[in-house]
């Protein structure tokens, strides 16, 4: 396996920081890209390769990314341990800040147990440009179909974006089983080209949100999933798969980081006033795009 250099690290690190948290697949470029280029890009970095160092980079760029989430939603994550310990001091779940912090654990559990069990046979058997240009597409079709089945005059009467804490007492008031069903759709994720925060973000729009506050449960739920897979991967780093790329891991790491920050603050505003259906048109063009320069190669 050649060692990742520090532009493919840090054009991959951009482009995770950017794509995992914008509707269109961080995992579906991370695989098309390479393999657009061409080339050393192409040989270098292959996410499906057995033990690959790619995949060990692309996952350790989570941490980075999640950090940033983090950050940028400090205060609410604040109140949702508080209410956590709260709920299980009293044992009960009876203000928002208790119901959030239960709806984003029930809402992690599904995709928690599916990643272990199928993300190694996903990676390997999807992990490859083909399929990710068709599940790109699909992505798309699945971000029109939310917008085209929204429910419209629920969705309208949504509290502001500004308004953090009514906005995450907004989300609070649903149920915790549809809060669930909103999480369990990350399990489409695994499938490269299948956005997490698309399909959390439609569901969410299904589940009677607004766009911005699906966006914002989007990203809670996001950041311990996203956490969790990046912390698994780290070790990896340290062993023969980090050999020779840790300072590439470091520098793809901080421009992830900084990418995502910026991205969470443009989607925050974007997501107040517009929908999903601009993200929709450019995962169907570019997965049919891709298609069609991979059937030509």
């Known amino acids: 396996m050649n060692h990742l250099t520090y532009p493919e690290a840090i054009v991959v690190g951009l482009l995770q ?9 961080s995992l579906g470029h991370s695989v098309l890209l390479p393999a657009l280029i061409g080339g050393r890009w192409a040989r270098d970095l292959d996410v499906s390769a057995p033990e690959s160092p790619y995949l060990a980079f692309v996952v350790g760029l989570h941490v980075a990314t999640a950090l940033a989430l983090l950050l940028f939603f400090w205060r609410d994550w604040l109140r949702i341990l508080t209410g956590f310990g709260t709920s299980v001091r009293y044992r009960r779940i009876k203000t928002p800040d208790e119901r959030l912090a239960w709806m984003i654990i029930l809402a992690t559990i599904p995709v928690g147990i599916t990643g272990l069990l199928l993300e190694h046979t996903f990676r390997t058997v999807l992990g490859r440009p083909v399929p990710a240009a068709i599940f790109l597409t699909v992505n798309g079709v699945l971000l029109y179909g939310a917008e085209r089945l929204r429910r419209r005059a629920l969705a309208a009467a949504q509290t502001s974006w500004p308004e953090a804490a009514a906005s995450d007492r907004q989300i609070a008031a649903g149920s915790l ?21 698309g399909v959390t973000l439609g569901a969410g729009l299904l589940k009677g949100l607004s766009h911005e506050d699906g966006a914002r449960f989007s990203f809670l739920l996001a950041t311990p999933v996203i956490l969790a897979a990046g912390v698994l991967k780290v070790p990896d780093l340290f062993g023969p798969l980090g050999e020779g790329i840790r300072g590439q891991v470091l520098a793809g790491s901080l421009a992830s980081g900084v ?4 991205s969470v603050r443009f989607l925050t505003r974007y997501f107040e006033t517009r929908t999903l259906t601009p993200f929709a048109v450019y995962c169907v063009a570019a997965g049919v795009a891709a298609l069609v320069w991979l059937g030509l190669a």
């Open 17 to 25: 920081g950017v794509t995992e948290l914008f509707p269109v697949s």
């Open 177 to 197: 089983g549809g809060a669930t069903l909103v999480g369990s759709a990350q399990v489409l994720a695994l499938l490269p080209g299948i956005s997490r925060s």
């Open 259 to 262: 990418a995502a920050y910026c």
